[in-house]
């Protein structure tokens, strides 16, 4: 069973930058797809990016042109890149993994990460 661990968070300014990453140990499979999501308080968990096996990416359109998502499979590390960050960046932001195609709903995931908060100040 894999297991996610996220790191990078923090309280940044609006139009800062900021690298999440997340760490895959266990029996992860090459052909996983990863997926960032985030959930801000009181809403639903929500699409960030993903990224298959073989490196196509997809983006949500709240964050198309200032997050890019990377994956090393030697490493077995997906990395979210975010720039020019928005207050309405601010939420919880999980790593998640599955074994097939890229999926938008967070229902689709059977492996999560515990979270690592984002707050972007005004």
């Known amino acids: 069973q894999a297991h996610l661990v996220e790191s990078g968070g923090g309280l940044v300014q609006a139009g800062d930058s900021l690298r999440l990453s997340c760490a895959a140990f266990g029996p992860t499979s090459r052909t996983y797809t990863f997926s960032w999501f985030r959930q801000a308080p009181g809403k639903e968990r929500e699409f960030v990016a993903g990224?298959?096996?073989?490196?196509?990416?997809d983006y949500a359109d709240s964050v198309k042109g200032r997050c890019t998502i990377l994956r090393d499979n030697e490493k077995n590390t997906v990395n979210l890149e975010m720039n020019r960050l928005k207050p309405e960046d601010t939420g919880i932001y999980y790593c998640?993994?599955?074994?097939?195609?890229?999926?938008?709903?967070?229902?689709?995931?059977?492996?999560w990460g515990q979270g690592t908060q984002v707050t972007v100040s005004s």
């Open positions: 998640a993994a599955r074994a097939g195609p890229l999926r938008y709903n967070a229902d689709s995931y059977n492996y």
């Open positions: 990224i298959t096996w073989n490196s196509n990416t």
